[in-house]
């Protein structure tokens, strides 16, 4: 279990520990954090019943699946109808499927997106919120 030690409405530090009884006994409000997310920081505030604090994400490596779901229905259709004609979607499409990972940060995908762009595929905005939206944990690639 992951709990926080906060002091004076603020997260002093992190403990985890099986075994929290011997902890109960000092006069610091203890909170488990075990299923929160993201996993709050020292430094993060309690205000009312709820830890606050930035939400920093540690990674923006995505499961491929998760790639593909950010794009809409017709998005995907559209990339799939150009790439039957143009080998650059399709060599992206190729990539995408062998890849491990997606990284959402590296200059590779963030190239990827542009040419989507440059082929009418996604609109700039859309590019930017792809690639920009912070992973939710169903996302992440661990």
Not at 17 to 23: G, K, Q, R, V
């Amino acid at each position: 279990m992951i709990y926080a030690i906060v002091n004076n409405n603020t997260v002093e530090s992190i403990l985890e520990t099986d075994d929290i009884e011997a902890y109960l006994k000092s006069n610091q409000l203890i909170i488990d954090i075990t299923d929160i997310y993201p996993q709050p920081n020292v430094g993060w505030v309690l205000n009312g019943n709820k830890l606050e604090g930035e939400d920093p994400v540690l990674t923006w490596k995505i499961t491929r699946l998760a790639m593909r779901q950010r794009f809409s229905a017709e998005e995907l259709v559209a990339l799939y109808t150009a790439a039957n004609t143009t080998v650059i979607l399709k060599i992206l499409l190729d990539n995408l499927s062998v890849s491990t990972y997606v990284d959402l940060s590296s200059p590779q995908t963030q190239y990827g997106i542009s040419l989507l762009v440059s082929y009418g595929i996604l609109t700039q905005e859309r590019a930017t919120q792809i690639l920009t939206t912070a992973p939710t944990k169903a996302e992440l690639y661990e």
